[in-house]
């Protein structure tokens, strides 16, 4: 038996890199999974691979697509897995966005956008499992994806380090108001984590003019990581099945840093 057996999660932002790891962790202690993304083909292909490679738990994997912004389609995914399902137990807000700008040059746009799928997606994610899990009567567990930028603001990514201060703000409200329903909210905080995000993160910081060479802005922020290299998505995942497990069940409005020491706070 799995630490997670027979739970229902859902996992946005599950069509690559951080999300996928978690979802294909979670399926492989016992649990149940939606893979959620905008980008419903690639979203699809991973959940077939894993039906494949699950070969008698092909019906344990489902995929759906979402917007994290648009409440309707947070509450259609929901609904989508509770139909297939039967109910939600674990909803993991991953699906992240970031768009470097230097500091001075930050514009509305790129701040909406950013705040937009960070923040208010993080809001409407945890607003909407939090009603089903309500209903159930059964409580639930809900974990955010904050990272290293929630804990210290870097120039040339403001909104994003904002939208993730405020991911860890709304973890501690969240906590507070639905404890009485037997709900735990949850974070993690990666640091450098070698993943698709982070090679479009290098190109635009080279396009902006923040680095000179492919792998340079990498290269720096692992400088300062004590474990000495920048983590893996597998790295990430014994944190993230644990706070979906029975073991984090006395844990509620933490953020857990796995940034290999790279911030000591």
Known sequence: MGRVSDRVCIVTGAAQGIGRAIGEAL????????????????????AEANRSRLNGRRDAVTSHHVDVTDRLQVREMIGHTVRTFGRLDVKFNNAGVNRPMNFLDVTEDNWNLIMGVNGLGCLLGM??????MIDQGTGGKIINTASIASRQGFDNVAPYCASKFAVVSLTQSGARDLAKHGITVTGFAPGVVATEMWEQVDQD???????????????????????????????????????ASSDSDYMTGQIVMIDGGMTLV
Do not use: H, Y
């Open 205 to 243: 910081l080279m396009a902006i003019g923040a680095a000179e060479r492919p792998g340079q802005a990498m290269e720096e922020f692992a400088a300062g990581i004590l474990k000495g290299r920048v983590a893996t998505p597998v790295d990430i995942t014994g944190t993230t099945t644990f706070l």
């Open 127 to 132: 607003q909407e499992a939090a009603r089903q």
């Open 27 to 46: 399926l492989d202690e016992g649990a149940r999974v939606c893979f959620a993304d905008i980008n419903s083909e690639k979203a699809a292909a991973v």
